[in-house]
C-alpha cells in the first residue's frame, strides 16, 4: 500500500497569513492527489484534485501543486472558515490511502 | 442537488454485526461508485472499498474483505455496508462517497456513528 504522510500535523497561524501543508507519498502517484478538508463534526469536503484542480465552488485562495512523491496545499490568504483538518489522498493505486491530517488552527 | 443520506448512529455488541445505509438522490445512482470510507476517533480516514451500482462489482481493501460486505438496491438508489463480528476497534464514523470509476470522492455523505458496546 502506498503511505502518505502529511506535515505538520498541526498548525497555527493568522488571519490573511500565506499557508503551505505538505503530503508525501512512498511512491511516485503520478499526479493523483486530492486535498480534502474537514471541519468539526463534519463530513469531508472535496477541495482539489489531481493536484492542482479546484471542484465546484472553492474559493481561489487555496491552490495546489507538486509532482511525484511531493505536493502541497497553499492557502493564499487564511481566513477564519478554514479552521479546519485537511486531508491528502492518493487515487494512483489500490486500495486508496489518506494521509494523518494537518490540523490547522487560527493564531 | 446531489446528496447520500446515511442511516442513524448505531450501538452494537461485540460479536455483532451492524448494516448501514447510504441513500442517493439528485443524480443517476449507476453513473457513480460508491465508497465506504471508516474514520476511527481523532484518526485519520481508511478506505474500505467501493460498490459498482450498475454492475455490482465490488473491490475491497484487504484489510477490510473479511469484515465488510458491500451491496446496492438500485430500485432505490441506496447502497448498504454490512460489518460483521464486531469489536472495540470498529467503533468509528462511517462515510459514504460517491465517484466517477477513476475520479475523486467529489460527494460525501454525513457518516454514521458506530459504537461497540456490551
Known amino acids: 500500500d502506498i503511505q502518505m504522510t502529511q506535515s505538520p500535523s498541526f498548525l497555527s497561524a493568522s488571519v490573511g497569513e500565506r499557508v503551505t501543508l505538505s503530503c508525501r507519498a512512498s511512491q511516485n502517484i503520478n499526479k493523483y492527489l486530492d486535498w480534502y478538508q474537514q471541519k468539526l463534526g463534519e463530513a469531508p469536503k472535496l477541495l482539489i484534485y489531481n493536484t492542482n484542480n479546484l471542484h465546484t465552488g472553492i474559493p481561489s485562495r487555496f491552490s495546489g501543486s507538486g509532482s511525484g512523491t511531493d505536493y502541497t496545499l497553499t492557502i493564499s490568504s487564511l481566513q477564519p472558515e478554514d479552521v479546519a483538518t485537511y486531508f491528502c489522498l492518493q487515487r494512483n493505486s489500490w486500495p486508496r490511502t489518506f494521509g494523518a491530517g494537518t490540523k490547522l488552527e487560527l493564531k | 442537488q446531489v446528496k447520500l443520506l446515511q442511516s442513524g448512529a448505531a450501538l452494537v455488541k461485540p460479536g455483532d454485526s451492524v448494516k448501514m445505509s447510504c441513500k442517493a438522490s439528485g443524480y443517476t445512482f449507476t453513473d457513480y461508485i460508491i465508497h465506504w470510507v471508516k474514520q476511527s476517533h481523532g484518526k485519520s480516514l481508511e478506505w474500505i472499498g467501493y460498490?459498482?451500482?450498475?454492475?455490482?462489482?465490488?473491490n475491497y481493501n484487504e484489510k477490510f474483505k473479511s469484515k465488510a460486505t458491500l451491496t446496492v438496491d438500485k430500485s432505490s438508489s441506496t447502497a448498504y455496508m454490512e460489518f460483521s463480528r464486531l469489536t472495540s476497534e470498529d467503533s468509528a464514523i462511517y462515510y459514504c462517497?460517491?465517484?466517477?470509476?477513476?475520479?475523486?470522492?467529489?460527494?460525501w455523505g454525513q457518516g454514521v456513528m458506530v459504537t461497540v458496546s456490551s
Open positions: 460498490i459498482n451500482p450498475y454492475s455490482g462489482g465490488t
Open positions: 462517497a460517491r465517484s466517477r470509476y477513476y475520479s475523486p470522492f467529489d460527494y
